[in-house]
T-cell receptor, first 113, second 109 residues
Framework: DVKVTQSSRYLVKRTGEKVFLECVQD?????MFWYRQDPGLGLRLIYF???????EKGDIPEGYSVSREKKERFSLILESASTNQTSMYLC????????????FGPGTRLTVL | KNQVEQSPQSLIILEGKNCTLQ??????????LRWYKQDTGRGPVSLTI?????NTKSNGRYTATLDADTKQSSLHITASQLSDSASYIC????????FGTGTRLQVFP
């Protein structure tokens, strides 16, 4: 079974802090994604990566950056956390294309105070 | 305008009953349509994948239908169980994934 793990299930940070969310997949997938999910809104793509050191902006990249130094690991960075970044963050991976089935991690619920 | 509309937004049914969830989309088709199930506090898990040549596809008690002409899909759940309580998310076919907001299903004993 594909396994996607995220470093924390719950995280509480203060406004202005730098926040790192880590994601690891064990199936040698090419693509990895970061989404945020808010009540009443569908999953919204923040960034995705189709290869090591390669990344593309999604629909809502402002205030975020990413890093993919190794194929299995994709990090989401909040440079200076703000209260409007309080959300559920979901990482996913997929074998090949953008439209291929994605395998999701359990999510990190981030609260910014 | 939302490119994916799911209805109802929420649904409560009794265990053992059937229900149908709807998905209408406006995007131009590119690839397969997917339904995901998301348990509370968990990431979504793929339920079904439908190609344009398939009108109906079953996965146990879950049956998905697709009308590519009208851009409508439905997910029918038969003999619901408590474990079916979750959000069900439609992902229409497109080069870039667009997730619907989902239908929140609650099954009570």
């Amino acid at each position: 079974d594909v396994k996607v793990t995220q470093s924390s299930r719950y995280l509480v940070k203060r406004t202005g802090e730098k926040v790192f969310l880590e994601c690891v997949q064990d199936m040698d997938h090419e693509n990895m994604f970061w989404y945020r999910q808010d009540p009443g809104l569908g999953l919204r793509l923040i960034y995705f990566s189709y290869d090591v050191k390669m990344k593309e902006k999604g629909d809502i990249p402002e205030g975020y950056s990413v890093s993919r130094e190794k194929k299995e690991r994709f990090s989401l960075i909040l440079e200076s956390a703000s209260t409007n970044q309080t959300s559920m963050y979901l990482c996913a991976s997929s074998p090949v294309g953008y439209s291929d089935t994605q395998y999701f991690g359990p999510g990190t619920r981030l609260t910014v105070l | 305008k939302n490119q994916v509309e799911q209805s109802p937004q929420s649904l409560i049914i009794l265990e053992g009953k059937n229900c149908t969830l709807q998905c209408n989309y406006t995007v131009s088709p590119f690839s397969n349509l997917r339904w995901y199930k998301q348990d509370t506090g968990r990431g979504p898990v793929s339920l079904t994948i439908m190609t344009f040549s398939e009108n109906t596809k079953s996965n146990g008690r879950y049956t998905a239908t697709l009308d590519a002409d009208t851009k409508q899909s439905s997910l029918h759940i038969t003999a619901s169980q408590l474990s079916d309580s979750a959000s069900y998310i439609c992902v229409p076919p497109r080069d870039k994934l667009i997730f619907g907001t989902g239908t929140r299903l609650q099954v009570f004993p």
